[in-house]
């Protein structure tokens, strides 16, 4: 079984940035797209950024043109570049690699925007 491990969340400033990442504990880029979701206190679990096998990349209307997603097949990781956080980007973040229905996830980090 495939184990996801995220990291580089923390507590930072609103305007600052961050960078996650998700390392996988084996090769499975060539075959899983990968998404990072987020989940806030209360709140429902949102998909915030998507990069398919083929690099296609998708991202939620709340963190376009803040975020990006991105990974580095050799390192099997997969990045979350956040800028211009605000404090609604509060939330713990989670890393899933997806292929056919199938759904592997990690065990989330803890990033907190301080206003």
């Known amino acids: 079984q495939v184990q996801l491990v995220e990291s580089g969340g923390g507590l930072v400033q609103a305007g600052g940035s961050l960078k996650l990442s998700c390392t996988a504990s084996?090769?499975?880029?060539?075959?899983?797209?990968m998404r990072w979701y987020r989940q806030a206190p209360g709140k429902q679990r949102e998909s915030v950024a998507f990069?398919?096998?083929?690099?296609?990349?998708y991202y939620d209307v709340s963190v376009r043109g803040r975020f990006t997603i991105s990974r580095d097949n050799a390192k099997n990781t997969v990045y979350l570049q956040m800028n211009s956080l605000k404090p609604e980007d509060t939330a713990v973040y989670y890393c899933?690699?997806?292929?056919?229905?199938?759904?592997?996830w990690g065990q989330g980090t803890q990033v907190t925007v301080s206003s």
């Open positions: 084996r090769n499975i880029f060539s075959v899983y797209s």
């Open positions: 899933t690699a997806q292929r056919f229905g199938s759904e592997l």
């Open positions: 990069i398919s096998v083929g690099n296609i990349t």
